[in-house]
């Protein structure tokens, strides 16, 4: 005789089920995430150069973080880059939702194509295209009639690099937002039409509400590619020109990998990887359906 999971399992069973199909992504994700974690946290306990035996310095190279005015510099940087990923992107794609919800508009899902295909290209491709683009002789300079060198400007080169975040996310959140706002009633717009609802108040009380889980999604996924930007960094400027562009991930990078620096770095991933979850927990907790 057969049972139905669920249904004619004996009490406890289905459980036990979950549990087993569970099993296999809990166990790679303890291998791939969270052993190497702890093993970064015990590392950012030693003085070692990645080669010969490390020495035991306990919580000196987290002093040292936090000391640093360099090092705060480059959290500073990370938080510019969080309003050309986050705040930038996010605004665009609530007024370009907005302002799909007072009219149809023919071919969504061909601009929704269009708008999303940045996010399947590698962020290497990315970064040579826009490197090209911000050249003294490239596209933006024709546009502009400048012939500035963005990338190699002291006050241009971060919001340039910006930017491109900005481009590369909108797509994203737009997408979401599109996805969130077709399970709003459309009975709700209709009735705030009749009342009397300007588009503004339609935005605040009906989009707005309606839209909060696809929100807090957008902003956890930004704000976390803001925080751990690196491949664009590396691959447009380096860091350059000086530490204007440094960011904490481009920091790790080369104190693991070219200074030898094994127990710092992994300190300073210690570091980001805790704010990042920090972040994660407020941004879920302020997007919590009020009681």
């Known amino acids: 005789m057969t049972t139905t999971p669920g249904r004619d399992a004996p009490p406890g069973e289905p459980r036990r089920i979950a549990y087993l199909y569970l099993l296999p992504g809990l166990l790679l994700t303890s291998l791939f995430v969270l052993l190497p974690l702890i093993h970064t946290g015990w590392l950012s306990l030693f003085q070692w150069d ?28 990370s938080a510019v880059l969080i309003v050309f990923y986050s705040v930038i992107p996010v605004g665009l794609g609530l007024f370009i939702t907005a302002l799909m919800t007072r ?8 601009y929704r194509t269009v708008l999303f295909v940045p996010q399947s290209v590698s962020l290497v491709v990315i970064a040579v295209a826009w490197q090209w683009m911000y050249a003294p002789n490239g596209i933006v300079n024709a546009v502009l009639g400048t012939r500035r060198a963005w990338l190699g400007d002291f006050g ?28 709003i009633d459309p009975e709700l717009y209709a009735a705030a039409r009749i009342d009397g609802a300007s588009p503004v108040d339609e935005f605040r009380y009906v989009t707005l509400p ?18 751990r930007s ?30 030898g620096q094994v127990g710092s770095a ?11 979850f920090a972040i994660t927990a407020l941004i879920g907790r302020l997007s919590k359906e009020p009681a």
């Open 103 to 110: 009219r149809p508009v023919r071919g969504m899902t061909a």
């Open 266 to 276: 992994s300190s300073l991933a210690v570091v980001l990887t805790v704010l990042i």
């Open 156 to 183: 241009w080169a971060l919001p340039a690099i910006g930017l491109i975040g900005s481009w590369l996310l909108t797509g994203l959140c737009l997408v979401l937002f599109v996805a969130g706002i077709q399970k």
């Open 230 to 259: 690196f491949d664009l960094v590396y691959v447009l400027t380096k860091g350059g020109p000086g530490t204007s562009t440094s960011v904490p991930g481009l920091e790790i990078f080369e104190r693991a990998f070219s200074r």
């Open 50 to 77: 990645g080669a010969s035996v490390g020495q035991w310095v306990g919580l000196a190279n987290y002093e040292k973080i936090f000391a640093a005015a360099r090092l705060r510099e480059l959290f500073l940087h």
């Open 210 to 227: 309606g839209l909060r889980a696809e929100i807090s999604v957008a902003v956890t996924l930004t704000v976390v590619a803001g925080l």
